[in-house]
């Protein structure tokens, strides 16, 4: 993930093809802190998450209203608008990912190609007023699905396609990182 400098200097390349998609394998934020962002997710446990979540959300409405929302940083590297899309929608992932969690046991989750659902709902297209506001509902519809996992249910475990398992709690450090990680792509 690039980092985002705001140069004020108006519109980037705003075609979303242009990016360059994220093959990373990001789980290992659960065993060290970020470099890029010095998120230290393995510190944050499971009932902290929703508090967590609503911290951090609260700052992407800001984010989307900032003159240059539209503003590609360089090259390749998504806009601020186009990092709260996605952020929006890693939201939405999750809560349905807990809840899947919750209701099943060892479950296997649908894959979700971040850079397939940019280019189909056009992230850099959207109205930059209403994203800010999706994303704080998305993070707080989370953070309750978060808060429903009791005492005994943090442990519950699903996995990806790749194989890589987490418990519900893992599952929330890493969502958390991604929404941290990506407010300090914006400078949030």
Not at 67 to 91: F, I, M, N, T
Not at 127 to 132: K, S
Not at 159 to 167: A, E, L, Y
């Amino acid at each position: 993930m690039t980092s985002f400098t705001d140069r004020g200097d108006g519109p980037l390349d705003t075609d979303v093809t242009t990016i360059l998609p994220d093959d990373k394998d990001w789980a290992w934020v659960l065993h060290r802190a970020c470099p890029e962002c010095g998120f230290e997710a393995g510190d944050v446990p499971g009932p902290r998450v929703p508090v967590w979540l609503r911290e951090k959300a609260a700052c992407w409405p800001a984010v989307c209203e900032r003159a240059a929302v539209r503003a590609r940083p360089a090259p390749g590297v998504w806009s601020p608008l186009e990092y709260a899309c996605h952020v929006r929608d890693v939201c939405r992932v999750f809560e349905a990912r807990v809840y899947l969690m919750l209701s099943e046991v060892d479950p296997a989750f649908e894959n979700w190609d971040q850079d397939a659902a940019a280019l189909a709902d056009a992230y850099g297209e959207q109205e930059p007023v209403a994203v800010g506001v999706e994303v704080w509902a998305a993070a707080e519809a989370a953070a309750e699905a978060f808060e429903s996992v009791g005492p005994d249910d943090w442990q519950r475990t699903g996995r990806r396609s790749d194989g890589s398992r987490f418990t519900i709690e893992t599952l929330g450090r890493y969502f958390l990182h991604d929404l941290i990680h990506h407010l300090h792509d914006v400078r949030g």
